[in-house]
Every structure is written in C-alpha cells, then in structure tokens.
C-alpha cells in the first residue's frame, strides 16, 4: 500500500462549484496534514495546514482531517478559474525522532476550473 | 511577504559534471530541506538540515550529493557527478520549527543531457 494515495484526476468542474479534494494514507504516526498548490512548473504552494483531526477554514478553501479513517479533505467553495492547478496533499510525523518532519506528498490531482 | 528564492531558475548540464543548486531560506527559519520532482512525478524529500548538520535524509540522497549552508543566508545542493535520471525540478524548503509549515521556493529544473 502507498504511504499517500490521491486520486490524480484530472477533475474539471464549472466555475463557481464546490470541488472536494480527498487523499488516504496509511502511515498512523502522520499528524500534521497539508494542502499546496502547485502550478505548471512553479514550486508547491501552501494552502492550508492542519494538526491532528478536525476541520479549518480560511476563505474559500476548508480543509478536514479524520485521522481514525486516514482520510483528508480539502474543500474549495465558489471554484474561479485561477483555482486550476494541481492540488497536492501532504503530511509528516511533525518531528517524532524515527521520521523528523519530512513531508511525505501524494501524486497530486489535477484540477480546471471552467468559465 | 518573506519566501524562499532559488537560483538558477533553469541549469542545463552535461552527465558527469558536478552542479550547485543554491536556496536563500526565509531569514528566521531554523530548518532547511531540498525535495525533488521528476517530471510527471510526484514531489520527493532529499534531506533535511538542522544546527549545520543533516537530520534526515532519503535513500535517493547518496554520497553524489551534499548539502552545506555556507554563511548565514544560503543553503546548497551539490550534486559531484550528473546523471541522466537527475534530470528533474529541485526545490528548497524552510521551515521555522520542527512540526511548523515549511515553504518552498519556485525550484531549480535541472537538466542532464
């Protein structure tokens, strides 16, 4: 089983719909979980970041985390056409001394917002 | 906004040669990595650097590549001998504390030929 896992789409949606963005993981010392973006060719983005289980919002975008299924959303409200990017879910032990911090990707999914 | 720059933007090289790839972290940040993305691919931890030391690093950092934070400012990859499945985006990322956000810089495509 891949430590990440991220449907990679492509996903193309009109514009002003909810998109939901979702990714698994098997890796139960994860705790810290992360958004980025990431356009053609550019470095990733970060969105949103979040500890342990619960949900956050800031804007247009929230992100949840349900760390008992090892499950983690992101959800992009009133989607604009300067959404369309790849969206890549991302997590990290946060420091435990086997695993320091280093952030673990998905594949990344790939998203159009249509006009 | 404070970020994190990279340079060169783009670094065409022979197979063999030896390349520096340089990062200018957030000036406050604690914690430096490089990550990797082959083309197509997704984005791979290198190594992580902390205290003027490694902390952690993958199994794709073997000894063709080092790290060092020359001065107070810069971070370096060095790679001493290109290979063709080097060929990839390299990007740069810091962080202020362990467990904290880390922000990556625009990256560095490098291109073996």
């Known amino acids: 089983q891949k430590e990440v896992e991220q449907d990679p789409g492509p996903l193309s949606v009109p514009e002003g719909a909810i998109v939901s963005l979702n990714c698994t993981y098997s890796?139960?010392?994860?705790?810290?979980f992360m958004w980025y973006r990431q356009y053609s060719r550019k470095g990733p983005e970060l969105l949103m970041y979040?500890?342990?289980?619960g949900n956050k919002e800031d804007g247009r975008f929230t992100a949840q985390v349900d760390k008992s299924s090892k499950y983690i959303s992101l959800f992009i409200r009133d989607s604009q056409p300067s959404d369309s990017a790849t969206y890549l879910c991302?997590?990290?032990?946060?420091?435990?001394?086997?695993?320091?911090?280093?952030?673990?990707f998905g594949p990344g999914t790939s998203l159009s917002v249509i006009p | 906004e404070p970020e994190v720059t990279q340079t060169p933007s783009h670094q065409v090289t022979q197979m063999g040669q030896e390349v520096i790839l340089r990062c200018v972290p957030i000036?406050?940040?604690?914690?430096f990595y490089w990550y990797r993305q082959i083309l197509g691919q997704k984005v791979e931890f290198l190594v992580s650097?902390?205290?003027?030391?490694?902390?952690?690093k993958s199994e794709i950092f073997d000894d063709q590549f080092s790290v060092e934070r020359p001065d107070g400012s810069n971070f370096t990859l060095k790679i001493r001998s290109t290979k063709l499945e080097d060929s990839a985006m390299y990007f740069c990322?810091?962080?202020?504390?362990?467990?904290?956000?880390?922000?990556f810089g625009p990256g560095t495509r490098l291109t073996v030929t």
């Open positions: 990322a810091s962080s202020p504390g362990l467990g904290s956000e880390q922000y």
């Open positions: 890796n139960s010392a994860f705790q810290y």
């Open positions: 979040t500890y342990s289980s």
């Open positions: 991302a997590m990290s032990a946060g420091g435990l001394k086997t695993s320091y911090d280093k952030v673990i």
């Open positions: 000036s406050n940040h604690l914690y």
């Open positions: 650097f902390y205290n003027n030391e490694i902390s952690e």
